[in-house]
């Protein structure tokens, strides 16, 4: 593939940008992938940020999200990724505080039944422990599972008109 020049780069990655939302690293990481020049990739990037093609705060926003809605990671495994993807500590914070308490318990508690389900155990403890290793490898804390733990004998479940607060 012939290097691409500064005007061709960045028409390239703002319609790479058009298409899904993208933070900094990941643009960068495409540009030099085309073969763009470091030089010439770092002031294209500038210049879809100026533009706000890229905001590395939406982009995590937007991540956080998605991920605890389609793919069931929580807190701790989104922050972990968004880290990987040299987004600051910050807006890391400020994604992973966006999300709204009951949706959070509400898709925890959905993910453990689920798992649950498809468990074999002989007793409670064998059974917690697993259902607890399976959360947190998701990125839930462990005191939200705990939350599941105390309502799990219940016969209502989750209570979606309670307001949860891990952190009391």
């Known amino acids: 593939m012939k290097d691409l020049n500064e005007k061709e780069a960045l028409n ?29 990739a770092e002031k294209t990037v500038e210049t879809l940020v100026r533009e706000k093609f890229i905001s590395d705060d939406r ?13 069931g990671w929580g807190r701790q495994k989104s922050a ?5 993807k040299n987004i600051a500590p910050e807006i ?6 966006g999300i709204d308490e009951n949706e959070y318990m509400e ?14 155990y002989s007793n409670d403890y ?19 599972v705990s939350v599941y733990f105390e309502s799990s004998g219940k ?10 607060d891990i952190y009391d």
């Open 80 to 84: 972990m990724m968004l880290r990987a």
């Open 126 to 144: 064998e059974r917690r422990g697993k259902l607890m290793r399976f959360a947190v490898s998701r990125g839930f804390e462990s005191r939200a």
């Open 12 to 40: 390239k990655a703002a319609a790479y940008c058009s298409a899904a939302e993208h933070c900094k690293s990941e643009v960068l990481d495409k540009l030099k992938g085309w073969g763009v020049g470091d030089d010439i």
């Open 92 to 97: 890391i914070s400020d994604a992973i505080s």
């Open 155 to 164: 016969d209502d479940g989750f209570d979606c008109d309670r307001d949860f």
């Open 107 to 120: 898709i925890l508690f959905k993910i453990l039944k689920s798992k649950e389900r498809t468990l074999k």
């Open 59 to 71: 982009f995590a926003r937007a991540y956080v999200r998605d991920k605890l809605r389609f793919a």
